[in-house]
Structure formats: C-alpha cells, structure tokens
T-cell receptor, first 112, second 115 residues
Framework: DAKTTQPPSMDCAEGRAANLPCNHS???????VYWYRQIHSQGPQYIIHGLKNNETNEMASLIITEDRKSSTLILPHATLRDTAVYYCIVRGLTNTGNQFYFGTGTSLTVIP | DTGVSQDPRHKITKRGQNVTFRCDPISEHNRLYWYRQTLGQGPEFLTY????????KSRLLSDRFSAERPKGSFSTLEIQRTEQGDSAMYLCASSLEGGGGQPQHFGDGTRLSIL
C-alpha cells in the first residue's frame, strides 16, 4: 500500500473551510484514497473516498490531483464538532487482504 | 441502530486473565476486521474475515490473540493471559466485498485496561 504523509496538526476558524492535505506520491493506479476522522473515545468515522475524480458528499469534498500524488479533504464550513483526528488512507485490493494502514493523521482543531 | 456494535465498551481485568470481545457487523457486510489502537497512534490492523474464513491473521500480535467468526456473522476476539501491554482500544470494522472501493465502517471499540 502507498504510504501517506499528513501534517500533524492544523487549526481552522469556525465557519471557515478546513482544507486538510495528504501526500501519497507512491500511489498506484488501482488504489483508492479514503478519509476517516476520529473523535476521542469513538471509532473512526468514514467520510469519503475516491479513485481519480473529485468527490463530494454531505460531509465533505475530496480533491485529488491529476497525477493522484496528493489530495485535499475540504470541510466547507467547519464547526466545533469537526474537531477530530483526520486520517488519509490509500488502499487497493491486494492478495493479502483489505486492511487499512492508518498513520498518525492530522489533528484538526476548530477554533470559535 | 444498524452500525457496527461492539461489546463490552470497557473491560478492566487483572494481568494474566483471559478476555473476550464481541463484534456485530453491519448485517449485509461479509467482511469483518479487527484493529488495535494505542494512545496517540492510528488503528493497527490485526486480522480479517470474509464470511467465516479468516483470510489474514499474520498480524495478530502473538499466539495469545485469536479471533473467530463461526457463522459468518458476529466475531469474537480473545486475548489469553493478558499482559500490561495489551491495554488498548480494540476496534472492529465491517465492509462489503467488492474490490478496493468499499469503505470499512467501524464500531466504537472496546477499551481494555489491564491492572
């Protein structure tokens, strides 16, 4: 699986867009980019995933660069409840299974 | 609630005791995963099942760890002769089968504390 690199922490003002970057320069053609977030004492929550095209759902938007070596998760109007650790994961189908490899993520703090 | 359910949410036990955790996946999901998470780290994969078959178990931390999914529905994770280092959050996730594009959905975990 391709490894990912994320900044350890970020701040964002409440009501503003939060843009969380992720580098995955060794991604291969069949690997998807997934984003999860984890609030203290809860399990990781699925946010969004994509392969090549940009994706949007009710929670966030995912922008993947044309060369697929990096991506950005966008929370359009951050609220205090968006304070969490955000994980970027790159995963494809391999013979050994479908496990996710989490790094240490980005700790996002939304400031009032 | 139709999400992944884990029981118990918290377990405190003395060193040397055996513990067992249960996971009930989302009903139509045939894949089930176990992860462990220690403080300040992301979840670490342990093992996974497709239906009742355990297809990957090389990442189980030692032979004290074992998992079952006897009927392809719920799963149990057992730790025998617990040690202080086993203190962690144990997470279960489930997904549909279907290539690399299926997201995993996680439960809220069982937090294990070894006295």
């Amino acid at each position: 699986d391709a490894k990912t690199t994320q900044p350890p922490s970020m701040d964002c003002a409440e009501g503003r867009a939060a843009n969380l970057p992720c580098n995955h320069s060794t991604i291969s053609g069949n690997e998807y980019v997934y984003w999860y977030r984890q609030i203290h004492s809860q399990g990781p929550q699925y946010i969004i995933h994509g392969l090549k095209n940009n994706e949007t759902n009710e929670m966030a938007s995912l922008i993947i660069t044309e060369d697929r070596k990096s991506s950005t998760l966008i929370l359009p109007h951050a609220t205090l409840r968006d304070t969490a650790v955000y994980y970027c994961i790159v995963r494809g189908l391999t013979n050994t299974g479908n496990q996710f490899y989490f790094g240490t993520g980005t700790s996002l703090t939304v400031i009032p | 609630d139709t999400g992944v359910s884990q029981d118990p949410r918290h377990k405190i036990t003395k060193r040397g005791q055996n513990v067992t955790f249960r996971c009930d996946p989302i009903s139509e999901h045939n894949r089930l995963y176990w992860y462990r998470q220690t403080l300040g780290q992301g979840p670490e994969f342990l093992t996974y099942f497709q239906n009742e078959a355990q297809l990957e178990k090389s990442r189980l931390l030692s032979d004290r760890f074992s998992a079952e999914r006897p009927k392809g529905s719920f799963s149990t994770l057992e730790i025998q002769r617990t040690e202080q280092g086993d203190s962690a959050m144990y997470l279960c996730a489930s997904s549909l089968e279907g290539g690399g594009g299926q997201p995993q959905h996680f439960g809220d975990g069982t937090r294990l504390s070894i006295l």
